[in-house]
């Protein structure tokens, strides 16, 4: 028989490694257990060692969370059966919650239920030799359930928020799909028109036919051209709904000098009519993103300036604004998906705050497209 669902579940991808963070987390536990040691002269030498000895568990918890927790709980459950003696604990080994923490976090479905087993068994196991009292073991399995349930509830935040910057990522490729199609649809069609006019002409002019093979022949490779780059963009099985692709018309129609609301200037340097349909699309949707963005974010601001120039090999955008930007602006969709549409085109995006002050977006596209 197949087992729950959750049996089977792997651990999150990627788990963190260790890093200098660890390492100083277990210095700090170490100075904590010797000040409590100097604090507190009445605990016996035993407590100490135990509280220090465990800080190692922090470096694995994530690599290895069943085994350290099985070691650490274990350890504590049966040291009084062993020495026929309570060991008090210190006041510093609260720590070893970061251990249910990291267990819930970072382990799989099977590691995490082996482990709830074995954190339950040894809390039993106390409590039924005396070694806690009953109040304390319920406490104690509160405690250990609440941090449990918070890592859990962090897990699937994280796993909530890749999913939905996945779907972003998706989307943008889709968008440029439809970019590119309208190109090789554009490409095709002059294909046909050439043909068919190379053959209407054939019999009074045969050289005729020779120019319209070489258009034939350029417009096709770049029809090729294109196609690739579709190919390499599309993700999804099934075809797109196309719409039409935004004009260089549509670029300019961003500003809005005057009106209610904050003011949008719109700056063209150089011919836009002359880039591929795929890159104007972007430009268009990038700076309509980086605008919505600012009018909606942007605190005390005055104005959005947009700025598109094109150079000898790429063409530049560059959307800023005076405000003073909200605190989770960088974390948002529309970044993510502009930062799509810029890598998939083998362009480069930034978006942060401006040295002079509010926030800046800056995109640069080749114009010779994306890697084929």
């Known amino acids: 028989m197949r087992g729950p669902s959750f049996w089977r579940e792997p651990p999150p991808a990627p788990i963190p490694r260790r890093g200098r963070r660890d390492y100083l987390l277990v210095g700090a536990v170490l100075a904590l257990t010797v000040v409590e040691g100097l604090i507190r002269p009445a605990l016996p030498a035993a407590s100490l060692l135990l509280s220090a000895g465990f800080a190692a568990t922090l470096r694995w918890r994530r690599e290895r969370p069943l085994l350290m927790v099985a070691l650490s709980f274990g350890t504590g459950a049966l040291i009084p059966l062993l020495t026929q003696d309570t060991v008090p604990d210190t006041y510093t080994m609260v720590y070893l919650l970061l251990l249910p923490y990291a267990l819930t976090r970072w382990g799989s479905g ?19 030799t005396g070694t806690t009292g009953a109040a304390d073991s319920v406490g104690a399995v509160a405690v250990v359930s609440a941090v449990a349930a918070t890592g859990l ?49 054939a019999p009074a002019r045969p050289e005729a036919a020779t120019e319209a093979l070489r258009v034939i022949e350029a417009e096709a490779s770049r029809a090729l051209a294109e196609m690739r780059a579709m190919v390499r963009v599309l993700r999804q099985d099934e075809p797109a709904a196309y719409a039409p692709s935004p004009t260089v018309a549509d670029l300019r129609g961003l500003a809005r000098p005057t009106g209610p609301g904050l003011p949008v200037d719109v700056h063209v340097d150089g011919d836009l009519a002359s880039l591929p349909a795929p890159l104007v699309g972007a430009l268009f949707r990038m700076a309509q993103e980086s605008v919505t963005n600012a009018l909606r974010h942007a605190r005390q601001a005055t104005r959005v300036e947009v700025r598109v120039s094109v150079g000898d090999d790429v063409v530049r955008l560059r959307v800023d604004d005076d405000g003073t930007p909200a605190k989770d602006t960088g974390g948002g969709f529309g970044l993510t998906g502009m930062g799509e549409r810029a890598r998939l085109l083998d362009g480069v995006f930034r978006a942060g705050p401006a040295p002079a002050g509010g926030w800046s977006v800056a995109v640069e596209l080749p114009l010779a497209g994306p890697a084929r």
């Open 153 to 201: 509830a962090r897990r699937y935040r994280v796993r909530a928020r890749t999913r939905e910057l996945e779907q972003v990522r998706l989307m943008e490729r889709e968008r440029l799909a439809r970019d590119l199609h309208d190109t090789v649809a554009h490409h095709v069609s002059a294909i046909a028109v050439r043909a068919q006019a190379g053959l209407a002409a």
């Open 110 to 128: 099977r590691e995490i239920t082996i482990a709830a087993a074995v954190m339950l068994g040894c809390m039993a196991l106390s409590a039924l």
